[in-house]
């Protein structure tokens, strides 16, 4: 069932293709699109043919399932951007086209250059998101403890409260990003066995895809040509172009599902942590204050970091998530303030 399998997709593909390159009526990426339904065509009269010399029954009409339906009439709607990630993982090619190209990266010429913008960029990102869990942690946590201490002053309650928090919270943060990356790696994995297998049964017309998406990028055709046929030439190169260029699949920004998971208690726990250090040491109105202060100071300082990444002014960013983080905590306090009068009356 294997070949009849291959050629499911392949027509699933060109099924999608189509609805993309509708999509994109009028614009270059149309035309590159209806060639890549072609090329998927030709593919699946291959697999049909290798499913036919083994016996198989082939439909005569490909009908796309509820999956495909769904997605295509997703991609009328909405285009094909928004869905680059859903559409890749069905094994529709070309959509590193909407990833665009960083400024200052021109298109690859060479073997060498392919790739090279793509490398050294994880420690960027787990500062990344190590930033985003510390926030996260702080302005969760730092909204229930107050919500709780508008309720009610015994300090026993608001530890138990903010230590539960961070529990819940840091826990729920790993799951979460373990799950993501870990289903990240299984669509991974999965893409590149199939392209595997492809570049082995018919390296000529992956090359010619790679060739397609290369001249949509800007580069000469006969340029496109060498550098894709170049590619086709190196299997171990070729698999992680194709997944790259093809599928925009980078197996370098997956990282661990364990390392992941870990990175994000962490982060969120230091961050939820903050507001509730003082509680642990005092209570009362003196804990509460130095609770506002302490997560006040954290907060600005998490928005300064933030501008390294967005480009704005470290003040301005600073200042911003203390707003931010000010709001939620004055929200949330008055709301325990009201529920804990409405419960303590009669």
Known sequence: MHELESWAEEKRSAYLYRVVAEAEAGTPRQALFTELAQSAER???IWERHARDAGQSVPGRFVPDMRTRV???LVRRLGPRPLRGVLAAIKVRGMSLYGGIASGHAMPRSMDEVGRRHRSVGSGGNLRAAVFGVNDGLISNASLIMGIAGAASDNALILLSGAAGLIAGAFSMAAGEYVSVRSQREMYEYQIGLEKEELERYPEEEAEE???IYEARGLPREEAA???NSLIADPERALDTLAREELGLNAEDLGSPWGAALFSFFSFAVGALIPLLPFI???GTASLIVAIALTGVA???VGA??????GRGAVFSGARMLAIGAAAGTFTYLIGKFLGV?????
């Open 43 to 45: 593919q699946a009269a």
């Open 71 to 73: 997605v295509a009439y």
């Open 210 to 212: 790679l060739r397609l």
């Open 226 to 228: 060498q550098l894709a």
């Open 281 to 283: 040491f005092a209570s």
């Open 299 to 301: 907060l600005f300082v």
């Open 305 to 310: 970091v933030l501008s390294l990444f967005t």
């Open 342 to 346: 409405t419960l303590a009356s009669p």
